[in-house]
T-cell receptor
Framework: AQKVTQAQTEISVVEKEDVTLDCVYETRDTTYYLFWYKQPPSGELVFLIRRNSFDEQNEISGRYSWNFQKSTSSFNFTITASQVVDSAVYFCALSVVTGNQFYFGTGTSLTVIP | GAGVSQSPRYKVAKRGQDVALRCDPISGHVSLFWYQQALGQGPEFLTYFQNEAQLDKSGLPSDRFFAERPEGSVSTLKIQRTQQEDSAVYLC??????????????FGPGTRLTVL
């Protein structure tokens, strides 16, 4: 069975602080994909990144960076110099080649205080 | 280009009523997914279409839930005899490839269903 755990329910940071959102996943499949989505108050899930299980290189996109570690089954997301516009719920998701769905965590609600 | 659109955005139903929720995927996307998102939770899979074929309906919670995509484009999720526990946001997503759930899925804004 597949499972994603986002242990941080809510995080508040002051603007310009760095913040890391944790994601731990479980799967027995050797080929899988990991995703992060942002859900602002409007409700639409916005795609941020997709990573396959064979690519452990960390990735940076502007103020966003992702740290994928298979040894700890984690795919953490860091926002550098946070901004008020980063306030949203962030979801980590897992999919496997043998399946047809995404498995989502319960989300982390991030509030950036000006 | 246009993203995934869903209608209506909000729906209030009295317990026992039937509802129909519509999803317009991104043009040309062959895969279409429906998810249910309860308040404070992550989305949970309901069903998956590849073109007009419903290949996976393992997530549908009961036989009151029915989905179709007759021409391989627009999809409708129908809930019969709605119950209060059906209150949730229903999200539709589409992806460009036939690779099931491993391709990036692009989500619509959702339909918030409230059953009184």
């Amino acid at each position: 069975a597949q499972k994603v755990t986002q242990a941080q329910t809510e995080i508040s940071v002051v603007e310009k602080e760095d913040v890391t959102l944790d994601c731990v996943y479980e799967t027995r499949d050797t080929t899988y994909y990991l995703f992060w989505y942002k859900q602002p108050p409007s409700g639409e899930l916005v795609f941020l990144i997709r990573r396959n299980s064979f690519d452990e290189q960390n990735e940076i996109s502007g103020r966003y960076s992702w740290n994928f570690q298979k040894s700890t089954s984690s795919f953490n997301f860091t926002i550098t110099a946070s901004q008020v516009v980063d306030s949203a719920v962030y979801f980590c998701a897992l999919s496997v080649v043998t399946g047809n769905q995404f498995y989502f965590g319960t989300g982390t609600s991030l509030t950036v205080i000006p | 280009g246009a993203g995934v659109s869903q209608s209506p955005r909000y729906k209030v139903a009295k317990r026992g009523q039937d509802v129909a929720l519509r999803c317009d995927p991104i043009s040309g996307h062959v895969s279409l997914f429906w998810y249910q998102q309860a308040l404070g939770q992550g989305p949970e899979f309901l069903t998956y279409f590849q073109n007009e074929a419903q290949l996976d309906k393992s997530g549908l919670p009961s036989d009151r839930f029915f989905a179709e995509r007759p021409e391989g484009s627009v999809s409708t999720l129908k809930i019969q005899r709605t119950q209060q526990e059906d209150s949730a946001v229903y999200l539709c997503a589409s992806s460009s490839r036939v690779s099931g759930g491993t391709d990036t899925q692009y989500f619509g804004p959702g339909t918030r269903l409230t059953v009184l």
